[in-house]
């Protein structure tokens, strides 16, 4: 009897072995996956969901106010916005900053940011997105299909990345 309680729970370990001691791996989203929907409150109280932009270009950022990266891209993220808004294109950026909204309200004025600020104490978005640091943008279509997947900062505003913008606005 000792043996057979042995042997059972030998086979058991083996079977679960991998989800209790193996590493955790996040979800790792690819050009072609669809984005996974996601509510998050704006700096208003307003719940924004990302299932109301389809039909809309969405350029996704997760950011925090304490990453210098992230500090250094949006200058380029708001030339971007002014020169797309309004034309089947937005920006969500959300922000995983722990402290919420006073500090997010705060850089937003100070840098004069006029797109959307959303935010996510929790990281709540970060399994489904499968992020592993910030900045991270994904630049979802009018389907809700992930282009790409930017990984760090870039200049937004460069005159390449702004004509990719529009050529996937002007895609049917």
Request: aromatic share 8%; net charge neutral.
């Amino acid at each position: 009897l000792v043996l057979i309680v042995i042997v059972a729970a030998a086979v058991l370990l083996m079977q679960v072995k991998d989800s209790l001691f193996g590493p955790v791996q996040p979800t790792r989203l690819h050009p072609g996956s669809e984005a996974p929907t996601f509510a998050l409150p704006g700096l208003d109280g307003r719940m924004v969901d990302l299932k109301d932009y389809r039909g809309k270009v969405v350029f996704l950022n997760i950011w925090a106010t304490w990453c210098p990266t992230c500090r250094e891209e949006m200058p380029s993220m708001e030339k971007l916005y002014q020169e797309l808004k309004g034309k089947g294109f937005e920006i969500l950026a959300v922000s995983v900053d722990k402290e919420g909204g006073k500090r997010v309200a705060a850089f937003q004025e100070a840098q004069k940011l006029n797109f959307p600020l959303l935010l996510d104490p929790e990281a709540t978005i970060a399994k489904p997105y499968g992020v592993t640091g910030v900045p991270e943008s994904y630049i979802i279509n009018k389907e809700g299909i992930i282009e790409k997947i930017v990984i760090g900062p870039i200049d937004w505003a460069d005159p390449a990345i702004v004509r990719f913008f529009r050529d996937l606005i002007q895609k049917p």
